[in-house]
Every structure is written in C-alpha cells, then in structure tokens.
C-alpha cells in the first residue's frame, strides 16, 4: 500500500442515509470574488484517503452520496467547535494553508461544503491524534483537496479559513421519504449562506406547517400529507428565505427529488 495512503489517520464519524460539485480552487489574490460573510481565522487540517467508493456515502449531514448530491470530494468534516450539533451542514468555507514553507503550496485556497462531522478522542490529547477534540477548530478535508493547498506529507497543517457564501448550480433540492404520516425531507444544494434554520412544508390543504430537525440538514413532520402537491419555505442563517410553491406534484412518492427555487448568492 502506498505510503501516502496510510500516512494520515484519522477517524471521523460517518452516518448512513438513504439526486454536482468539483474542486473550486483558486489563487489567494482573486480570492475576494467569492463575497465573504467572515474575516480569515486559525485552524488546522487533515486529510483522509478514501480506500473504498463507499467512503463518499455518508456522512453526519445526511447528504448520502456526495457524488449524486453535488458535493463531489469538495467536502469537509469539522471539529465539535465548527459543527455546531449540524446546524453548519451546507456551509461553504475557504480554506488556505499557512505558516509553513516546506509543505505549502504559495497563493492557492479551495472551497469546500461542510457535509460530516470529525468525532472528539477524548483517549488522546490534542497534539497526539486529539485534532477534533474541542476547543480545537479542526477540519478533516479529502486528499483530493487537501492536497490542493499542500503537500500530502504536511498530515496536521496549519491552516487560515472564512466563511463564504455557496454558489450552487440549479435549484435547492428536496428529497422526501418516510412512511404513513412520518416525513423526512432531505435540504440539499442550498446556495449563499448554504446552512438551513428552519424550514416548512405545505400541501394544498394544509396551512404552512413547521418542520423539526432530525438530524444534520434531514428535517421531519408527523402530518398527512399524501396526495397533495408540496410547498417548502426554507429559511437559512443569515435569515434569508426562499419559498417554492407546489415543488412536488400531487402523484409525488417517497425517495423523490424535487428541485425548488434558489437563493441569490
């Protein structure tokens, strides 16, 4: 085996669920086209080899397949700090690396979505394989993206990384499954702030109705439902809301995708 697949470690948490992305990298000087909703901060990164095609299914965001979902392997798992008990899942970030001149590569940054969770080892300490343990900011990139700001053999880099608004192609996506009056609907593609806050569904003979977070961007209602087209008005964290009128036809089933409207980014 390749050493530059065992080199780094790292054990992140991944949640199976049950329809495109690629690298965004560019130089630190053209950077600021992408509008920027936070001022660079410290950090560190990893990276992980993924030794199975099934590593890109999963995930504490509940995204499922990356691949199908539009994230691809620009994706990023975050320390306890930064994961914020999922409400950060769909957020972008810009991550460049810093401070160290034998591994860096000079005046490139990638931009990645936030889709899993890097789970605390509270059996080591933070400078021996404790890199997710809180209060540390860590973030456990691809070696498809780490390696686009540094050399693979760095592992544990110092790194710089901002917030940014999301561009997405298309609309945002709704993925609706459940069983009898359980729903589950699955936010996916969301662009600008990227993260959701809340989120409400409708059908032609019901009022707006609240839906709860399950987990990660997964959000459910107890309601009936059936046989009536579907309405969603998502809400994100920066307060902005986007409401998209009868995104599911009346002959809708579970495990479809419907695509709604889009936030301006």
């Not at 059936?226 to 008005?233: A, G, M, R, V, Y």
């Amino acid at each position: 085996m390749p050493l530059r697949i065992i080199h780094a470690v790292i054990v992140i948490y991944f949640a199976t669920t049950t329809t495109l992305a690629h690298f965004s990298s560019s130089s630190s000087s053209s950077s600021s086209s992408s509008p920027a909703l936070s001022e660079w901060k410290s950090a560190r990164a990893t990276y992980y080899a993924a030794l199975d095609p099934r590593d890109t299914v999963g995930g504490a965001c509940g995204y499922g397949d990356l691949v199908k979902k539009g994230y691809g392997q620009a994706t990023v798992g975050l320390s306890s700090v930064l994961f914020d008990k999922g409400q950060i899942c769909g957020a972008c970030f810009e991550l460049r690396c810093v401070d160290d001149l034998k591994y860096c590569i000079p005046g490139t940054s990638i931009i990645v979505t936030a889709t899993n969770f890097c789970a605390p080892n509270y059996g080591l300490i933070a400078d021996a394989g404790g890199h997710c343990n809180p209060p540390n900011r860590h973030f456990v990139l691809p070696i498809e993206a780490f390696e686009k700001i540094a050399i693979w053999k760095a592992s544990n880099m110092p790194v710089q990384y901002r917030r940014i608004k999301c561009r997405k192609e298309g609309g945002i996506r709704f993925t609706v499954d459940g069983s009898g009056f359980f729903y589950s609907v699955l936010i996916s593609n969301v662009a600008a702030a990227g993260d959701v806050m809340a989120v409400k569904i409708k059908g032609s003979k019901t009022g707006w109705l609240q839906m709860g977070r399950n987990w990660g961007q997964n959000w459910h209602i107890n309601a009936d439902l059936k046989n009536q087209p579907l309405s969603f008005e998502v809400t994100a964290s920066d307060g902005a809301t986007v409401t998209s009128y009868n995104v599911a036809p009346k002959d809708w089933n579970f495990g479809q995708t419907f695509e709604g409207k889009q936030f301006q980014s």
